[in-house]
């Protein structure tokens, strides 16, 4: 199966459709900042519409105050949008009739395999760890409508996505060409559960699909999401967009942003009286366009960036350690 949609060349991408798709399960960092930042200028360099969209998905992670605190986030930093779509949470009604599609065609059937099962089944040696414990495939051979019986006796079950067997391909816009068999290194996975909403991989298809998104510029911890949602794509006989990973930002450990490598919260960098052009200009620094110490606006980031125009091919290609020490 091959996606070969990007472009080898360093010209802007066609007129498109772009989105900045925020999670409200906490406070947003400098990481999250640098990546809004190069989705934003993608957006913007190359004249796409830019919408802003939620994703709120019901679940515990999800914090009541966090959705209006983004806002206030991407005010301060100077990151503006054309428009703004419904939230997740209000377009659950649409992800169940894309599941409905799905059961027809038995791409996906009821597992009733809790994660504990999973994880032990997982742990034996030849099994992979790419992105998480491979799903063993215990329920594999269940059609979506063993669901009925399932309902009739109360069991709680997921709905899984059956990966089809043979290698995925395509070509992110740092990265160039990613491959792999998802099937027997990603494995089936988690769409919608009988007893809650839609799961992420599931809902951001539907999403992006529904609005016209045709360039999705996001974090790269989530490259291995995107073997799973171009099956999705191709199962239900979609046009998947463009994608772009960006390297994460961690600590001085390696590791991705945490409460150990400081406050590094974005509303904290406000309390602190921290311009918000001195925080582009440090983020701007770390992606290799400007000198380090000099302040900037995303507006003049775009009239900079528009003399360079292969600089999505020259972003740097490893995770970035964050000091708050050189803010």
Known sequence: MHFLTGSDDDSPPARGRARLAPSPTGAQHVGNARTFLVAWLDA???????LLRIEDLDTPRTKPWASDQILEDLAWLGLDWDRQVPHASQRADRYTEVLEILKQTNRVYPCTCTRSEIDQAASAPHEGTLDGAVYPGTCQTRRADDARQLDQQGVKYAWRFRMPPGVQSWRDGLHGVRSLE??????????????????????????????????????????????????????????????????????????????????????????????PERLIGYLAWSLGWIERGRVITPRELVEFLAMRPGWRSELPREPWVFRMQDL
């Open 44 to 50: 913007r360099c190359s004249g796409s519409e830019l």
């Open 182 to 275: 998802p099937s027997r290194d990603l494995g089936d996975f988690v769409v919608a559960r009988n007893y809650g909403p839609a799961a992420y991989q599931l809902a951001v298809v539907v999403d992006d699909h529904d609005q016209g998104i045709t360039r999705v510029v996001r974090g790269d911890d989530l490259i291995y999401s995107t073997f799973r949602q171009l099956a999705l794509y191709a199962a239900l006989e979609w046009m998947p967009p463009d994608y772009l990973h960006v390297p994460l930002v961690v600590g001085t450990d390696g590791k991705r942003l945490a409460k150990r490598h400081g406050d590094t919260r974005l509303s904290y960098l406000r309390e602190q009286a921290i311009a």
